[in-house]
C-alpha cells in the first residue's frame, strides 16, 4: 500500500544517494548509473513512493515551494524575516508558502504537519514559538521526511538545522559595557520566556556575576509587549524608589516605551532595546540596540535550504551561529551624573 508520506528525501537517504540523483531517477533522465537506477526504483517500491501528482505534472518530483512558520506578520521582526527568506529563495526559484501560528505557543504542530501535508520541499520556522514537547515532535518527524532548518532557535533534535544568533553572549557583553559607564542597576524588560528570552537572561545574570553585581529581582520584569507596559513597568520602579542606572529591553518597542517613561520621570539613563529595528531610529532619542544579525540569519537559511534541497555533496553545518552586534545610538549617551 502506498504511503503518500514518503518523499524523495526518504528514498535519498535509503539509498545514500542525493535528492538530486532519486530525481533524475523519477524523470528518466540518463545520467545515472545502471545500478544506481536500480537501487533507487527497489527503494521506491518497497516504501511505496507515490509522486507529488501536482508537482509530477509540471515534470518534477519537486513543487518548488518551501514551507515558513512564523507566528505574525504584525510584528516587524517576523514581517522582516519573511521578507528575506522570500527574496533569497526567489533568487533560487523556490517561493515560500507562508503559514502564521499567531500568539498561541505550545500548540502548533498543525500548523508543522499541515505544511508538510502539502508537499512543501523543505520547512523554516523563525524565532522560537515551537516550544511544547508536541510542537518538537511534529518538527522532529518533519525533519525525517524532508529539510527542517530553524532561525533563532536550536532544538538538538536529528535532522534539523539550526541558525542562530548568540544572544547570551551578547547581552553578557553589553552588561559589561555597560559598567563601563558605571552602571550597576541594571532594570532589564522581557515579554516572554522563549529560547531567546532565556538566552538574554542568562546572559545578563552570567554579566553580573562576573562583576561581582548582586543581581535584583526587582528590576528584572516580565511586561506585556507593547509602548504601555514597558512605560508602567519604569513608572513602579520610580515609584517604589527602586534604583536603576540604566535599562535593557528583549524587543525595541519596550525600550521605546522605557525610555519615554524614564525621561518623563527625568531619568536619564541609557536604554538599549533588541533587534535594532526601524523604531530604534524612529525613537527620539534614537535608540541603541542589539542587532541579532536577521539579514544574516536569513541569508544563511537561504543558502542552506536551497543546499540541502539540490542534493549537492558539500555537507551543511547542523548549526550557524553568528555573533550579536551592539548598534549605538543617542540613547546610550543619556546619561546626567
Given amino acids: 500500500m502506498s504511503d503518500m508520506n514518503v518523499t524523495i ?130 518538527l522532529t518527524a518533519a525533519a525525517g521526511k524532508i529539510p527542517v532548518l530553524t532561525i533563532n532557535c536550536d532544538y538538538h533534535q536529528p535532522g534539523i538545522y539550526s541558525i542562530v544568533c548568540n544572544e547570551a553572549e551578547g547581552m553578557r557583553r553589553l552588561v559589561h559595557t555597560l559598567a563601563r559607564q558605571h552602571c550597576r542597576h541594571i532594570a532589564y524588560l522581557y515579554d516572554v520566556r522563549t529560547y531567546s528570552g532565556r538566552h538574554k537572561l542568562q546572559g545578563l545574570r552570567q554579566g553580573l556575576k562576573e562583576l561581582g553585581i548582586k543581581e535584583n529581582p526587582a528590576l528584572i520584569q516580565q511586561v506585556s509587549l507593547n509602548l504601555e507596559g514597558a512605560e508602567k513597568a519604569i513608572e513602579n520602579l520610580v515609584s517604589r524608589n527602586v534604583p536603576f542606572d540604566a535599562i535593557v529591553t528583549s524587543e525595541d518597542i519596550l525600550a521605546v516605551g522605557a525610555q519615554r517613561a524614564a525621561l518623563e520621570n527625568g531619568r536619564y539613563v541609557p536604554v538599549i532595546g533588541w533587534n535594532n529595528s526601524i523604531l530604534a531610529t524612529c525613537a527620539t532619542p ?52
Fill in 9 to 138: 528525501y526518504d528514498i535519498a537517504k535509503k539509498c545514500h544517494v542525493s535528492i538530486a540523483t532519486v530525481s533524475r531517477v523519477l524523470n528518466g533522465n540518463s545520467r545515472v548509473s545502471e545500478k544506481t537506477r536500480r537501487i533507487v526504483l527497489d527503494a521506491i517500491k518497497d516504501m511505496g513512493y507515490t509522486p507529488n501528482p501536482f508537482a509530477r505534472g509540471l515534470g518534477l518530483d519537486s513543487m518548488k515551494i518551501v514551507g515558513v512558520l512564523c507566528t505574525s506578520l504584525t510584528d516587524a521582526f517576523f514581517a522582516r524575516a519573511v521578507s528575506l527568506i522570500e527574496d533569497g529563495m526567489r533568487q533560487h526559484h523556490f517561493d515560500i508558502m507562508l503559514s502564521c501560528t499567531g500568539p498561541n505557543t505550545g500548540h502548533n504542530s498543525p500548523y508543522i504537519t499541515g505544511l508538510v501535508n502539502k508537499h512543501v520541499d523543505g520547512l523554516i520556522t523563525v524565532g522560537t514559538v515551537f516550544s511544547s514537547e508536541p510542537d518538537i515532535a511534529a
Fill in 286 to 337: 534614537t535608540l541603541s540596540s542589539i542587532d541579532n544579525r536577521l539579514d544574516s540569519l536569513c541569508a544563511s537559511a537561504v543558502q542552506s535550504m536551497t543546499q540541502l534541497l539540490s542534493g549537492q555533496d558539500q555537507p551543511v553545518p547542523v548549526r550557524t551561529e553568528f555573533s550579536a552586534i551592539l548598534v549605538e545610538r543617542e540613547s546610550f549617551q543619556t546619561k546626567k551624573e
